[in-house]
């Protein structure tokens, strides 16, 4: 392939890493959003410009964009911190239009993404779609939590799930809810409640165009196997088509053509318990013997 595929990340991304290392004959332009003042970028009504020492790449020169990340440029003791602000809304703006008005290949536009990984608009969706799904509310009022039984529950963030405080960041983690614990600040902070299945185990589902690639997790800890210290056993996992085909019509409704979707089973049953328009996928890639990264390569170079 002549054309080049612009990648938008930052300096830090693994996943980008390992997909230039898999494959070094594939034309990849990195664009470093916490190095952008290492870049020469130009946008007009034709298009855009972007070098960096020796290497360019055009709107005509790009096949398509593999938007990963932005994470901006650390500005101490460069501006002053009252404009690092509206400096860095300046620059994704500049990025996000670049990315948002070309017109061939994208995996994935950032304004399809926002919508997709909104969990009400995910929860309503997969409803509509005929997914199973645990009893799940997203409230700010503790007394609603009744409407989900007596059963335990869960609780989960509805967005990042980071608390940065003094340089430092705490994670916000599926737990389940202690009932002793005072819940009047919940008025301030809504959150996502979801019943307590205890589940058999759990799969993360990737799906890239038409290609779609399961993965079992099998997890010491029941409630969220992300947790540090957890030591999940991953393997490949066969699914359902019907399964498969109410997944993708999630997707197509929401224009997308990556997702990272979470189901867990119970008892022989799927149920969905969210999807992640740009998930991580690096990491299961060598137990699906480098399917999905091939799949992701053969999407941005048009070879699907």
């Known amino acids: 392939m002549d054309k080049q595929i612009l990648m938008v990340t930052g300096s830090h991304d693994r996943t980008c890493d390992y997909l230039i290392r898999c494959y070094p004959d594939v034309r990849f332009f990195r664009l470093d959003l916490d190095h952008i003042s ?16 020796e290497s360019a790449i055009t709107t005509s020169t790009c096949h398509s964009i593999f938007y990963r990340k932005s994470i901006l440029e650390d500005l101490d003791g460069i501006l002053e911190p009252q404009y690092h ?10 990025v996000e239009g670049i990315v948002e008005s070309f017109e061939g290949v994208c995996l994935s536009k950032p304004s399809i ?4 990984n909104n969990k009400i608009v995910q929860l309503q969706l997969a409803g509509r779609m005929g997914l199973n799904l645990p009893r799940a509310l997203i409230t700010n009022t503790a007394s609603a939590l009744t409407r989900l039984g007596e059963s335990q529950i869960i609780v989960k ?3 990042t799930g980071i608390v940065e405080h003094n340089g430092r960041k705490e994670f916000v983690q599926t737990s389940l809810v202690d009932p002793s614990i005072d819940t009047s600040y919940l008025r301030y902070v809504p959150a996502y409640f979801q019943e307590y299945i205890e589940k058999d185990y759990e799969f ?6 038409s290609d779609c690639h399961a993965v079992r997790i099998d997890s010491p800890d029941k409630v969220d196997w992300r947790k540090p210290g957890n030591n999940p056993v991953y393997s490949l996992q066969s699914f359902p088509q019907l399964l498969e085909l109410r997944a993708k019509g999630f997707m197509h409704a929401l224009g997308m053509q990556f997702g990272c979707f979470d189901f867990m089973l119970k008892d022989g049953e799927p149920y969905f318990l969210e999807m992640n328009a740009n998930g991580q996928w690096a990491w299961l890639d060598k137990v699906a013997h480098g399917a999905i990264s091939r799949s ?3 999407f941005l170079t048009g070879k699907a």
């Open 38 to 53: 290492s870049y020469q970028i130009s946008v007009g009504q034709h298009g855009f410009e972007i070098a960096r020492d």
């Open 85 to 94: 602000a509206f400096t860095h809304t300046e620059t994704f703006s500049m």
């Open 113 to 116: 993404m926002r919508r997709a």
């Open 157 to 159: 963030p509805l967005a």
């Open 204 to 209: 993360r589902l990737t799906i890239v165009g």
């Open 296 to 298: 992701i390569i053969n």
